[in-house]
C-alpha cells in the first residue's frame, strides 16, 4: 500500500494552512462564554430559588439540597467526557463543541420555565435534576474539546497563549453570570428575585445559546485532526474501531491520563471555592451586603482575565511547568492568608480574590496545551475530556457542598488543608512531568 509508510507517531504540528484561525479562536471562546454563563447562574442563583424546588425548615438545608442537584449535574461530566470526547475524535472537534452548545442553552432553558414546588410538588426537583443532568453532559465535553481544538490549529510557539483563550471564556461567562447577578439583586427586591427574578438569567442564556450555536457551525475543521484521520484511513481502511479496541488504547496512555487528573483537582476546587463560593461566603459568614459582595468579586474575576493571556505568553516562553508551580506551590503558602483576609470589607474581598485570581491563571493557562502535548491527536479530545471531566465531578462538583456544610459546623479550615493537600499533590505531578513546551504534538 503506498501510505503503508505512515506511522501513528508521525507528528502533526504544522502551522494550518487554511485562512480563518482568528475567527475560529473567537467562535470557540464565545461559545465556551455562554455556557460557562449557563452553568455559573446556577450556583450564583440557588440562594433566591432554593426554597422554590425544596421545602426544609432551615434555609440551609434548602441551599444544601440545591447545590447537591448543582453536585450532581458535576456526575454527568465524565459520561459527557467520554461521549463528547469520542464524537471529537470521530466525527470532529466542530461537530462535537456544537452539539455541546445545543444542549447546554437546552438545559438554560428547561430551569427557565421550570415549574416550581407549590405547583407541581416533588416534580419541581424532578425537573431541576433533569436540567442539571443536561447541562452537566454537556459541559463535560465542552472544556475538552475547546482544548484540543485550540490547541491542534494554534502555531506552535503560540500553543500556550492560544489554549489559554479558553479561560477567557470561563472569566467572561462568569463575569457575566456575577454581572446580571449584580444588577438584579440592584434593580429587583427579595421577595421579587424569589418570586421570577431567578428565572430572567436562565431564559437570556437560552435565547444567547442560539447565537452560539450559530457561530459554531460556522466554524472550520482541525487540520491536526483530519490529517490524522486521513492516515489512519490509509493504514487501517475505514474499519470503526470496537468500544474494546478504544478502551485498550486509553489503556495504554494511563500515565498522561492520570497527569491530566493531578493537575487538575487543585485548579478546580480553588476555582470553585474563590470565583463560585467566596462572594456568597462572605455574604454569609461576615454580613457583607450581597451586592457589594458580588461586586467585590466581580472585579477580582477580571484581574483573571488579565493574567490568563499573560500566563498562558509566560508558559510559551518560559515553559509550563515553572508556571503551573506558581500556582500549585503558591496556593499552597498562601490559602490561609488569603482566608484570613474575608471579612465584611468588599475591599479586603477583592484583595483576596485578585491574589487568587493571579494564582489560579498560573494554573489555568497553561493547562489546554499542556493536555494537547501529553497524548495522542487520535486519542486526545476523550482523554482531555474524561481526564479534566471527572477531576472537576469529583473535587469541583462537590467544593461548594462541601465548602457550605464544614463552614456550618465551623470547620472551615479543614477545607482550606483540603485545598492545600491537593495542591502538594499537583506539585509532585509538575516536578515529575516532563517539559512539553515547543514539542511537537503527537
Known sequence: MTHSTVTSHQPLD????????????????????????????????APFFAAQFFRAENPVSSLLSTLAVFAVGFLMRPVGGWLFGRLADEKGRKFSL?????????GSLLIAVAPTFDAVGVFAGVVLLVARLVQGL???????????YLAEIAPRDRRGVWASTPWLGVGVGTMLATGIGVLLTALLTEEQMAGFGWRIPFAVAAVLGLYALYIRKTMNESEVHTERKAQDTAQHGERRRSLREVVGELGREWRPLLQIIGLTISGVVAFYTWFIFAPGYASREFGMDPNASLVAGLCGQAVFLVAIPVMGWLSDRFGRRPVLLVFAAGFALLAFPLEWMLGPSPVLLFLAMAAGSVLLAANCAPLGAVFAELVPTRLRATLIGIGYATSGAIFGGTAPYLNTWLSSIGMHGVFVGYMIALCLISVVVIIRMPETARGELR
Open 14 to 45: 504544522r502551522a494550518p494552512r487554511r485562512s480563518g484561525r482568528g475567527r475560529d479562536l473567537v467562535a470557540v471562546n464565545i461559545g465556551n462564554a455562554l455556557e460557562w454563563f449557563d452553568w455559573n447562574i446556577y450556583a450564583i442563583f
Open 98 to 106: 456544537t452539539l455541546a452548545i445545543l444542549l447546554a442553552s437546552a
Open 138 to 148: 454537556s459541559h463535560g465535553g465542552e472544556t475538552g474539546s475547546a482544548f484540543t
